[in-house]
């Protein structure tokens, strides 16, 4: 069966710095589209960072642009969030997420979208 697990979330001062992990296994082919979300306590889930596989597009919410990264590892089937400049509103739980399809963009930052999802992994950014 499909699993994504989540790893390397933590504390971080604000201004730090973590990089997230999503393995994916018992899916050798991967993912056509990808995606990171979060979710704080009170609040609805709501997408962060998006990657398509075909013609590498990446798409991102505006609050995290220039300061977050989505990547991947066709050989470790794993995929990434690097976060840098973290800042006390990134406070969430993570959750990674993977679709058979390859989503068009309008449709990359929808969390109904998406068919597979990690158990989320806590991200604190705290003084």
């Known amino acids: 069966q499909v699993q994504l697990v989540e790893s390397a979330g933590g504390l971080v001062q604000p201004g730090g710095s973590l990089r997230l992990s999503c393995e994916v296994s018992?899916?050798?082919?991967?993912?056509?589209?990808m995606g990171w979300f979060r979710q704080a306590p009170g609040k609805e889930r709501e997408f962060v960072a998006a990657?398509?596989?075909?013609?590498?597009?990446?798409y991102y919410r505006d609050s995290v642009k220039g300061r977050f990264t989505i990547s991947r590892d066709n050989v470790k089937n794993t995929f990434y969030l690097q976060m840098n400049s973290l800042k006390p509103e990134d406070t969430a739980v993570y959750y990674c997420?993977?679709?058979?399809?390859?989503?068009?963009?309008?449709?990359?930052?929808?969390?109904?979208?998406?068919?597979?999802w990690g158990q989320g992994t806590q991200v604190t950014v705290s003084s």
């Open positions: 990657f398509r596989r075909g013609d590498r597009k990446t």
């Open positions: 018992g899916r050798a082919s991967g993912y056509p589209t």
């Open positions: 997420a993977g679709t058979t399809s390859s989503l068009i963009l309008s449709s990359m930052g929808r969390k109904e979208a998406y068919d597979d």
